[in-house]
Structure formats: structure tokens, C-alpha cells
């Protein structure tokens, strides 16, 4: 049972243009919502989260929606640089976090020059 | 401030082996959580270590078995290991004390079964 669904399985952009990730959510229960990069050979890397309490989180270029009613959340990347191309992970956590992180399957992004 | 360490990052094995993967937690945080990576996949929850005694755990086969020690390293300990069983090893650590429980991963460990 996938508990986090992501869209899509990649994607390509123009360096400039930007970059919008998709995830849904199954637990009602979940209470912290991260998003992970993470470049080929190294472990993921903590990107921006969200709670339940606030519908969108902003840290510099990088953006996070957030629809309870809907069990959905999404990443948008603006002015996308060839630096952002990796693989990007949603995920979901109980106990604000404190739990295990159940993740989607990834989502490659390719920012062209 | 050194981040999350794992050791080692490269490993091969042959069917049927044990393996020890080691994890280093961030300085200031208690606990540690470990997750298995395949190819192409999301990472997936083995289980979670605080106060050296094991909080969570994942649908993994008790093949799969941990220890955290009172400075709060860990280790993943993988018996009869299968084909399947290679994969990424990541270690994630947090604390508890802040409230504040983002879990931050090391490089992992690559295991390779032959």
C-alpha cells in the first residue's frame, strides 16, 4: 500500500521556468509534510516542510502548497536553475515528525541550460 | 559542525553473508532512523532507534536487526543477506529535545549482494 503518491515520474524545464511537483496523501493522521533533493550517490537532503496549520510555506525559490480537504501537497520550484536537476522526494510523517518518514517514489527533474 | 556519517560507503557481499553498516548521528540529536533505498525507488523505514532501544519498525524481516549505543551511534545488522538486500543504506538522525524533529540522512552505505 503506497501511503504517498507523486507525480510526475520526471520532468524536464527550461532553466528560468518552473518546476511544479505533485503529491497526495492517504493518512489523515500525518501531521509534517518534507520535501527531499537528493543528487546521484549522496542521501537526501532536507529541502523546505510544512504542517497541517499553514497552507503555503515560501523558503527562497522554493515553494510549498499545502490542501488538507484534498490530502494533497506540492513542491513548485521558480526560476528554475541546471543546479535543481535531481531527484526530488515527498513525504509524510506522524507525531510532527517524529515517526517514520513514508515517502513517494521520486520525481527527476532535468533543468536544460 | 559534522553531519550525519556512515560507514562504510561502499560495501560487497556474497549471499548468505552478515553485514554491519554504522551511523555517526548528527551532534545534539538522540535518535536515529535507518532506511533501505533501492534503485530508482523512495527510501523505505526499517526502523527507528531512541534511548538505545528500538521505537519503530518497518515491514523488514527480523533478518534485519539493530543497536544504538549511549552516544547515540547505531548500527544495521543484516543476516543471511539475499540478492534483493542490495541497496542504498541511509541513516537519518533528529532530536527530540527541540521539539523541532526534521530528520537530516547521511550519504549511506551502498551494499552490493553477489
Known amino acids: 500500500q503506497q501511503q504517498v503518491k507523486q507525480s510526475p515520474q520526471s520532468l524536464i524545464v527550461q532553466k528560468g521556468g518552473i518546476s511544479i511537483i505533485n503529491c497526495a496523501y492517504e493518512?489523515?493522521?500525518?501531521?509534517?509534510f518534507p520535501w527531499y533533493q537528493q543528487f546521484p550517490g549522496k542521501g537526501p537532503a532536507l529541502l523546505i516542510a510544512?504542517?497541517?496549520?499553514?497552507s503555503e510555506k515560501k523558503e527562497g525559490r522554493f515553494t510549498i502548497s499545502f490542501n488538507k480537504s484534498a490530502k494533497q501537497f506540492s513542491l513548485h520550484i521558480m526560476d528554475s536553475q541546471p543546479g535543481d536537476s535531481a531527484t526530488y522526494f515527498c513525504?509524510?510523517?506522524?507525531?510532527?515528525?517524529?515517526?517514520?518518514?513514508?515517502f513517494g517514489k521520486g520525481m527527476k527533474l532535468t533543468v536544460n541550460p | 559542525d559534522a553531519g550525519v556519517t556512515q560507514s562504510p560507503t561502499h560495501l560487497i557481499k556474497t549471499r548468505g553473508q552478515q553485514v554491519t553498516l554504522r551511523c555517526s548521528p548528527k551532534?545534539?540529536?538522540?535518535?536515529v532512523s535507518w532506511y533501505q533505498q533501492a534503485l530508482g525507488q523512495g527510501p523505505q523505514f526499517i526502523f527507528q532507534y531512541y534511548e538505545e532501544e528500538e521505537r519503530q519498525r518497518g515491514n523488514f524481516p527480523d533478518r534485519f536487526s539493530g543497536h544504538q549505543f549511549p552516544n547515540y551511534s547505531s548500527e544495521l545488522n543484516v543476516n543471511a543477506l539475499l540478492l534483493g538486500d542490495s541497496a542504498l543504506y541511509l541513516c537519518?538522525?533528529?532530536?527530540?529535545?527541540?521539539?523541532?524533529?526534521?530528520?537530516?540522512f547521511g550519504p549511506g552505505t551502498r551494499l552490493t549482494v553477489l
Open positions: 513525504a509524510a510523517s506522524n507525531q510532527g515528525g517524529s515517526e517514520k518518514l513514508v
Open positions: 510544512i504542517r497541517p496549520d499553514v
Open positions: 551532534s545534539g540529536h538522540d535518535t
Open positions: 493518512n489523515t493522521a500525518f501531521d509534517y
Open positions: 537519518a538522525s533528529s532530536g527530540s529535545t527541540s521539539g523541532n524533529y526534521e530528520q537530516f
